[in-house]
């Protein structure tokens, strides 16, 4: 189900909560990601999630807001680039990596010390 570049750490601790969160979320966050395309925002949409307030990208759905375990941010690759997350030089690559937009999200994962990329895939309408 999820990308098989993810980290090994993520299927244990963290597949479950996000899994039941995104299936919740799913239709409101494919939308997100169309909408900052097609205007023209971003060919990369990311939606950070962490399970307290954090900087990077704007809140987008609270935990609270729709019983979830996570907090929804929504932000792009340049923010990631601007803040030094992604390097300049590793930007191809990320790109390259990066799973279709009209059929994955990309997640980032941030909880304490443990962040990493993860795609999950929309469910089928």
Excluded: H
Excluded at 43 to 67: L, R, S, T, V
Excluded at 70 to 84: K, L, M, P
Excluded at 87 to 98: N, P, S, T, V
């Amino acid at each position: 189900m999820i990308s098989d570049f993810n980290d090994p750490e993520l299927s244990g601790k963290y597949l479950g909560t996000i899994t039941s969160d995104f299936v919740k979320i799913s239709d409101v966050l494919k939308e997100a990601s169309y909408q900052i395309r097609s205007r023209g925002f971003s060919d990369f949409p990311i939606f950070p999630i962490a399970k307290d307030m954090q900087p990077i990208g704007k809140i987008f759905i609270g935990k609270a807001e729709k019983d979830l375990d996570w907090n929804y941010f929504v932000t792009y690759v340049d923010e990631f680039v601007q803040r030094t997350l992604i390097g300049e030089e590793a930007l191809d690559d990320f790109k390259k990596a990066y799973k279709d937009p009209d059929e994955f999200c990309c997640l980032f994962v941030m909880d304490g010390a443990f962040t990493s990329f993860v795609y999950i895939p929309y469910p089928n309408d």
